[in-house]
């Protein structure tokens, strides 16, 4: 069965068949990832956070060599580099942009001078309408089930979505907790018109993700992530030495000095990308528990369709 998405504003607006977003993941989201989820149909996205301008520049060449379909960056605004990385991005080519971590308002001028499609990451109604009004053409609404960095609000998918898909105009891209068909299925019953994955697309062959924190999740259960550094940068970890210390120091009341210099500059590269599972960060969601195994993308996005398509025919018949 075809899935049922032909006539999608997000499709359109991205040039792409599955309105499925792969998000931009700190060492996880190489060209390798980007490249093998816009060749499957959906939308690939580089994630900049984590590399120096310069790679990111290989990397867009390197994933232009292995797909000819659209391929986007993920900017968080936060880091010293994104400027750089925006420029550089915007040299080699790149149209669609997937900015977060700050206001949209950095960004947006220059990119939609560039004639860039601008999505903006937002965790709150709030925020999602402010990126609409600054000209944002769709926003990815993320709920706290979320993998990475996160709102302090704790609204749920469940809950944003349709909070969002109603107030606003623009496009409306479910994220947070999306791990199969039949959650796609649901955020767009809530009236997204796509969906951001991260975690699910981090455990596949193609993440650069490192064996052991793949490994790992697939062990994990939903029960074993936890969001700690609410008060200064919330993000949610998968259990391990280094996040019962930060939990430990917070509970006792940790400056932000304090935890900052925990948590230093090489946390996530060393667990993500090295491997370190005592002390390293592990960013991963609460659809841990529904990741049982590292498939190639094409195999995940094919299950994710197929899935969808199961689930129509259980509510509709047919
Ligand atoms: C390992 C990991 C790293 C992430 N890094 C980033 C990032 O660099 N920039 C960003 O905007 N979001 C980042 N995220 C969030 C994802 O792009 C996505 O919105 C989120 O994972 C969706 O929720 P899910 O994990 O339940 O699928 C990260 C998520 C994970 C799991």
Same mark, same amino acid.
């Given at each position: 069965?075809?899935?049922?998405?032909?006539?999608?504003?997000?499709?359109?607006?991205?040039?792409?068949?599955? @309105?499925?977003?792969?998000?931009?993941?700190?060492? $996880?989201?190489?060209?390798?990832?980007?490249?093998?989820?816009?060749?499957?149909?959906?939308?690939?996205?580089?994630?900049?956070?984590?590399?120096? @301008?310069?790679?990111?520049?290989?990397?867009?060449?390197?994933?232009?060599?292995?797909?000819?379909?659209?391929?986007?960056?993920?900017?968080?605004?936060?880091?010293?580099?994104?400027?750089?990385?925006?420029?550089?991005?915007?040299?080699?080519?790149?149209?669609?942009?997937?900015?977060?971590?700050?206001? @949209?308002?950095?960004?947006?001028?220059?990119?939609?001078?560039?004639?860039?499609?601008?999505?903006?990451?937002?965790?709150?109604?709030?925020?999602?309408?402010?990126?609409?009004?600054?000209?944002?053409?769709?926003?990815?609404?993320?709920?706290?089930?979320?993998?990475?960095?996160?709102?302090?609000?704790?609204?749920?998918?469940?809950?944003?979505?349709?909070?969002?898909?109603?107030?606003?105009?623009? @496009?409306?891209?479910?994220?947070?907790?999306?791990?199969?068909?039949?959650?796609?299925?649901? /955020?767009?019953?809530?009236?997204?018109?796509?969906?951001?994955?991260?975690?699910?697309?981090?455990?596949?062959?193609?993440?650069?993700?490192?064996?052991?924190?793949?490994? /790992?999740?697939?062990?994990?259960?939903?029960?074993?992530?936890?969001?700690?550094?609410?008060?200064?940068?919330?993000?949610?970890?998968?259990?391990?030495?280094?996040?019962?210390?930060?939990?430990?120091?917070? /509970?006792?009341?940790?400056?932000?000095?304090?935890?900052?210099?925990?948590?230093?500059?090489?946390?996530?590269?060393?667990?993500?990308?090295?491997?370190?599972?005592?002390?390293?960060?592990?960013?991963?969601?609460?659809?841990?528990?529904?990741? $049982?195994?590292?498939?190639?993308?094409?195999?995940?996005?094919?299950?994710?369709?197929?899935?969808?398509?199961?689930?129509?025919?259980?509510?509709?018949?047919?």
């Amino acid at each position: 069965m075809t899935p049922r998405w032909k006539k999608n504003r997000l499709c359109t607006l991205l040039g792409i068949d599955h @309105p499925i977003v792969q998000g931009g993941m700190v060492y $996880n989201s190489g060209a390798k990832l980007a490249a093998a989820v816009s060749e499957a149909g959906g939308l690939g996205l580089i994630g900049a956070g984590s590399m120096r @301008p310069e790679l990111l520049r290989a990397q867009i060449r390197k994933a232009r060599g292995l797909t000819d379909r659209p391929i986007g960056v993920n900017l968080p605004l936060l880091f010293s580099s994104a400027k750089e990385s925006m420029e550089v991005a915007l040299e080699e080519g790149i149209k669609i942009f997937f900015t977060s971590a700050g206001s @949209p308002k950095r960004a947006i001028g220059p990119l939609k001078k560039a004639g860039c499609v601008v999505v903006h990451v937002a965790a709150s109604a709030k925020l999602a309408m402010k990126c609409q009004e600054a000209g944002c053409d769709a926003v990815v609404v993320e709920g706290f089930e979320a993998g990475g960095h996160n709102g302090r609000e704790e609204i749920t998918t469940m809950v944003l979505v349709p909070e969002c898909a109603t107030a606003l105009t623009i @496009p409306v891209i479910a994220a947070g907790g999306i791990a199969t068909g039949s959650q796609i299925a649901a /955020a767009l019953a809530l009236g997204a018109e796509g969906v951001q994955i991260g975690s699910r697309f981090a455990i596949t062959l193609e993440s650069s993700g490192h064996a052991r924190f793949k490994a /790992a999740v697939v062990e994990a259960g939903a029960e074993d992530t936890h969001l700690v550094m609410k008060a200064h940068v919330p993000v949610r970890l998968l259990a391990n030495d280094f996040r019962e210390t930060v939990m430990d120091l917070e /509970a006792s009341g940790a400056s932000r000095e304090e935890l900052m210099t925990l948590l230093g500059t090489g946390r996530a590269r060393a667990g993500m990308l090295e491997g370190d599972m005592e002390n390293g960060e592990l960013e991963i969601g609460q659809v841990a528990g529904l990741i $049982n195994d590292i498939p190639p993308v094409a195999e995940l996005m094919t299950r994710l369709l197929d899935q969808y398509d199961a689930t129509l025919s259980r509510l509709c018949g047919g």
